[in-house]
């Protein structure tokens, strides 16, 4: 489950617009489905978009690779009526997630990416990747490159180019000859850190602006089922 829920300062605030308007029953379930809707699944999609916290701070970026954390997970969420307890519950669906062989619920993924996890991992669970017939990837030729692998070149010895030991070399040799020339054994055990990157909550500023905004949009479509909206 993502913590991601209001603070108690925006519990309060929320409780007292709520009783300063006297809305009636269903507008109130209609003003709190729209809070989420379009206050805080909306704040979600944009801390996506800028990678970082509610409160601004940027998201621990990525070891490797520059793109863009967290692609489509903010869009899986969405919005339970829970009228029976004058509330509404945000969660993530879908997502077709898969650990090997084996499916993944979207709120467990979106559960480690919020809050961060340390998970150990065995060789002997991690999942199968072809990797003999993959090409060597860059990082691991330049690796090989300096580490000093050489190859035979009629009678000399040579320091082959990347892209030459991507074109001859398979992801498992490439891993097979770099561990060799370092000379440390194949792992059986390792422990995979992820940080946390805060994409569900608002800020209290952000809340604010969405309980004005919605507020003031209350008044129009309240009595239309949250399920009969499009778009």
């Known amino acids: 489950m993502i913590r991601g829920e209001l603070n108690q300062q925006q519990l309060k605030l929320m409780r007292e617009k709520l009783a300063q308007a006297d809305l009636p029953p269903r ?16 704040a979600a999609k944009r801390h996506q978009r800028q990678q970082a916290a ?10 490797r690779g520059k793109g863009k954390m967290l692609k489509g997970l903010p869009r899986l969420l969405a919005v339970r009526e829970m009228p ?4 509404v519950r945000i969660y993530l669906k879908g997502g077709n997630y898969r650990n090997g062989n084996k499916p993944v619920a979207a709120g467990l993924v979106g559960a480690v990416q919020q809050d961060g996890a340390r998970i150990q991992m065995k060789a002997s669970n991690a999942p199968r990747k072809p990797q003999a017939n993959q090409p060597a990837l860059p990082r691991q030729a330049k690796r090989l490159r300096a580490l000093g692998y050489r190859v035979r070149k009629g009678k000399r010895w040579v320091k082959p180019s990347s892209k030459q030991i ?17 000379g440390t054994p194949a792992k059986r055990t390792w422990t995979i850190d992820i940080p946390g ?22 008044g129009f479509g309240w009595d239309v089922n949250a399920q009969d909206i499009r778009g």
């Open 166 to 182: 991507m074109e001859t070399m398979s992801m498992a040799q490439a891993g097979l000859v770099i561990r060799k020339l370092k």
């Open 84 to 87: 029976e307890i004058q509330g």
């Open 27 to 42: 507008k109130r379930q209609r003003l709190l489905w729209r809070v989420a809707k379009l206050g805080v699944i909306a």
């Open 54 to 63: 509610p409160d601004g701070t940027p998201w621990t970026p990525r070891k």
């Open 197 to 218: 990157r805060v994409f569900l909550g608002v800020s209290n500023d952000e809340f604010n602006q969405i309980i004005a905004r919605q507020m003031q949009a209350i």
